[in-house]
């Protein structure tokens, strides 16, 4: 299991503490340069390997699939929480030899027409219905393989299901995993899904990934 964090110590202590019933075999935190001691938090959780790399969400995945030695990688957001035994079905998922990797469906820790109904559509397994906040898992020797998270500024998870998709089979399970709707909530649910569909659009048109951040930094709210 692999954390990136960026000042995230309200969470990080709750989320490791959340995963004492999971069986994995090695939790690594990244952190990006964390002011609010998010690395001295996690570094103090038995269990837990605390690394630092430089900031970006698909640069400090990748220092942390290269530090782990597991057969099955799990990436996995600080404000995101598992269901039971996703570990189990994880592996269940990868007995089958065509998969190469996948990810959960999406719920939210808040209620509201528009989140549930967003939280609805990841059940489709399309490049608009799924994100890295579903919890990504693939094998190691496929994420290797395909060259990894692009070290982008965005879409850095979409670019590695693309990746995988070359490879094998990209999953969905049945089960969901718990995220947090404040990005949603504070920028404006119908806002901020606008601004996704923009990117995603703009993406496939061929705009590359620094320009759409800059472009999405200079409209967010």
């Given at each position: 299991?692999?954390?990136?964090?960026?000042?995230?110590?309200?969470?990080?202590?709750?989320?490791?503490?959340s995963?004492?019933?999971?069986?994995?075999?090695?939790?690594?935190?990244?952190?990006?340069?964390s002011?609010?001691?998010t690395?001295?938090?996690?570094?103090?959780?038995?269990?837990?390997?605390?690394?630092?790399?430089?900031?970006?969400?698909?640069?400090?995945l990748?220092?942390?699939?290269?530090?782990?030695?597991?057969e099955?990688?799990l990436?996995?957001?600080?404000?995101?929480?598992?269901?039971?035994?996703?570990?189990?079905?994880?592996?269940?998922?990868?007995?089958?030899?065509?998969?190469?990797?996948?990810?959960?469906?999406?719920?939210?820790?808040?209620?509201?027409?528009?989140?549930?109904?967003?939280?609805?559509?990841?059940r489709?397994?399309?490049?608009?219905?799924?994100?890295?906040d579903?919890?990504?898992?693939?094998?190691?020797?496929?994420?290797?393989?395909?060259g990894?998270?692009?070290e982008?500024?965005?879409?850095?998870?979409?670019?590695?299901?693309?990746?995988?998709?070359?490879?094998?089979?990209?999953?969905?399970?049945?089960?969901?995993?718990?995220?947090?709707?404040r990005?949603?909530?504070g920028?404006?649910?119908?806002?901020?899904?606008?601004?996704?569909?923009?990117?995603?659009?703009?993406?496939?048109?061929?705009?590359?990934?620094?320009?759409?951040?800059?472009?999405?930094?200079?409209?967010?709210?």
């Amino acid at each position: 299991m692999i954390v990136p964090t960026l000042n995230e110590a309200p969470r990080i202590a709750a989320l490791l503490a959340s995963l004492g019933a999971q069986v994995f075999r090695e939790r690594i935190v990244v952190d990006g340069g964390s002011k609010d001691g998010t690395f001295q938090i996690a570094e103090r959780v038995l269990g837990v390997t605390a690394i630092a790399s430089p900031r970006g969400r698909g640069a400090q995945l990748n220092a942390g699939a290269a530090r782990a030695r597991s057969e099955i990688l799990l990436f996995l957001h600080a404000d995101t929480r598992l269901p039971d035994n996703a570990g189990a079905m994880i592996a269940a998922a990868l007995d089958d030899p065509s998969v190469v990797g996948g990810c959960f469906r999406l719920s939210f820790d808040e209620p509201g027409v528009l989140l549930s109904l967003y939280a609805w559509t990841t059940r489709f397994e399309t490049g608009a219905t799924t994100f890295g906040d579903q919890a990504f898992f693939a094998r190691a020797s496929a994420f290797h393989r395909c060259g990894g998270f692009p070290e982008w500024p965005v879409l850095e998870d979409v670019e590695l299901r693309r990746r995988l998709k070359t490879l094998g089979r990209f999953v969905k399970l049945d089960a969901v995993v718990i995220t947090s709707a404040r990005r949603f909530v504070g920028e404006g649910i119908v806002r901020r899904q606008a601004m996704n569909a923009a990117i995603l659009a703009l993406h496939r048109m061929g705009v590359n990934a620094a320009m759409l951040a800059r472009w999405y930094r200079s409209n967010k709210q």
